[in-house]
């Protein structure tokens, strides 16, 4: 029975391993963590008795029978995840690779323990004590490392590092094997064994820090890509603010034209000229915009509307807006303006790709119980809508998409709460915001 926990305890430390794997991805499971234990776990401790079974009758040693699941493992552990291959694969060789290092440590105490002992030179597998020393120290290192890599696996703007990280576990996998001594009493022989468990140890830090080390980096860049991707968001964000004050005061000129037309006309009326008032006509036609001018009382919000009902009348699109809206509102002017522009942009964007027959832009804007306002937008779709830890990406280009990013930004700030949906070939934004 002894024989057996051995090796046993040599391979449960998988269980461990895959868990500090897994802690770092939480977030990107396929299945509920309940559901992934439930047989998961039973798959590990069945591999771990069966191994050590496999391993105590055919006397050979535990790593003949690891190495060949290890891709087995990898693979299960890969497709348990929404992470691309590459980091799934980076994140499983740095916990081998840590714990390569730590079994090299455990082989070095396993020999400090059997010292005294006159053992066979074929001894295959650690003591149990050495055993329980491995287990300990790689669950050590599960707590103390569970959120280390957290960062880095979130950040897309990282991830052309992940193609090159694995070299790095790799090398320090193979170092380690190379270290394991073929004889055990080459260990003994004079301070073969002093020199075992300074080296490594050695490598165990020098593993560490270089995964510090990575991870400092991470961030560094990390922190780069975020202000750029910022500043980029800020000027594209004072582009649209720009067009839409020269939209507000295009919509705010043509009502003032039109008055002084009207104006003009009725002077025109009261001579009893038709004909000038004909021509007068003709000629002030063309100039007038093209905007339906109304529709409700807030004239920053209405021009917004106006311009953006213009533009769907252009691509073919129907555009139905139910905007009830008083003249003042206590919430930032162009802050809402912002939130309409780029619902709107994004709904025309989209409904532009969709069959003339299925476009549709429906809008409906109203206040509840006097302190809340909200905001109903619909519009068909063709196409796949992706999305990455919860954030739309663009169909224009690779990353982000920006429009419903500003939007979540300025509900935030206002604390207010919004909720994007799509299905059947319609996307529903619906918003509240606090006025």
Same mark, same amino acid.
């Given at each position: 029975m002894t024989d057996i926990l051995r090796p046993v305890l040599e391979l449960s430390v998988i269980i461990p391993g895959i868990l500090l794997a897994y802690l770092p991805v939480k977030n990107?499971?396929?299945?509920? @963590?309940l559901k992934l234990t439930a047989w998961l776990l039973p798959l590990?401790?069945?591999?771990?008795?069966?191994?050590?079974?496999?391993?105590?009758?055919?006397?050979?040693?535990?790593?003949?029978?690891?190495? @060949?699941?290890?891709p087995v493992i990898m693979l299960i552990y890969h497709k348990t995840l929404k992470i691309s291959v590459w980091k799934s694969v980076s994140i499983f060789l740095a916990v081998f690779a840590v714990f390569t290092c730590v079994k090299s440590l455990s082989r070095a105490v396993n020999a400090l323990m059997t010292a005294d002992l006159h053992i066979t030179e074929?001894?295959?597998?650690?003591?149990?004590?050495?055993?329980?020393?491995? &287990?300990?120290?790689?669950?050590l290192f599960v707590l103390a490392?569970?959120?280390?890599?957290?960062?880095m696996i979130a950040d897309e703007n990282f991830a052309q590092t992940w193609y090159v990280f694995w070299i790095l576990p790799v090398?320090?996998?193979?170092? &380690?094997?190379?270290?394991? @001594? #073929?004889?055990?009493?080459?260990?003994?022989?004079?301070?073969?064994?002093?020199?075992?468990? /300074?080296?490594?140890? /050695? !490598?165990?830090?020098l593993l560490l820090l270089f995964y510090v080390m990575f991870l400092m980096m991470a961030v560094n860049l990390n922190r780069n890509a975020r202000l750029q991707q910022e500043n980029h968001f800020l000027s594209l964000q004072?582009?649209?603010?720009?067009?839409?004050c020269m939209a507000i005061e295009e919509a705010r000129q043509a009502r003032h034209d039109i008055r002084h037309h009207f104006v003009q006309l009725s002077s025109l009326a009261e001579q009893g000229d038709m004909e000038k008032i004909k021509k007068y006509l003709s000629a002030t036609t063309e100039k007038i915009s093209d905007y339906n001018l109304h529709f409700c009382e807030n004239q920053a919000v209405d021009s917004v509307f106006g311009y953006y009902s213009t533009l769907? #009348?252009?691509?073919?699109? @129907?555009?139905?807006?139910?905007?009830?809206?008083?003249?003042?509102?206590?919430?930032?002017?162009?802050?809402?303006?912002? /939130?309409?522009?780029? !619902?709107?942009?994004?709904?025309?964007?989209?409904?532009?790709?969709?069959?003339?027959?299925?476009r549709k832009i429906n809008v409906e804007v109203?206040?509840?119980? &006097?302190?809340?306002? !909200?905001?109903? /937008?619909? &519009?068909?779709?063709?196409?796949?809508?992706?999305?990455?830890n919860n954030i739309f990406q663009s169909s224009k280009r690779s990353g982000n998409g920006i429009g419903i990013e500003s939007v979540r930004h300025i509900i935030d700030k206002n604390g207010g709460a919004c909720d994007f949906t799509y299905k059947d070939g319609i996307f529903s934004a619906k918003i509240m915001l606090r006025i």
């Open positions: 990107y499971l396929r299945q509920t @963590p590990l401790l069945g591999i771990c008795i069966l191994g050590g079974a496999v391993c105590c009758a055919l006397q050979i040693p535990t790593r003949w029978f690891l190495f @060949p699941l290890l074929n001894e295959l597998w650690f003591r149990t004590g050495a055993g329980i020393f491995y &287990n300990v120290i790689c669950l490392s569970c959120h280390c890599v957290q960062t090398i320090f996998i193979g170092v &380690n094997l190379f270290m394991i @001594p #073929k004889y055990r009493s080459t260990l003994y022989t004079g301070r073969v064994l002093q020199c075992y468990i /300074v080296l490594s140890l /050695v !490598l165990l830090i004072q582009e649209r603010y720009e067009n839409l769907a #009348k252009r691509e073919n699109i @129907p555009f139905h807006a139910l905007v009830s809206l008083p003249t003042d509102l206590s919430i930032d002017e162009i802050n809402l303006c912002l /939130v309409f522009s780029n !619902l709107l942009e994004n709904a025309i964007q989209a409904s532009v790709k969709t069959e003339h027959a299925r109203y206040p509840h119980h &006097n302190h809340l306002l !909200l905001i109903h /937008v619909e &519009n068909t779709f063709d196409g796949k809508i992706q999305q990455e």
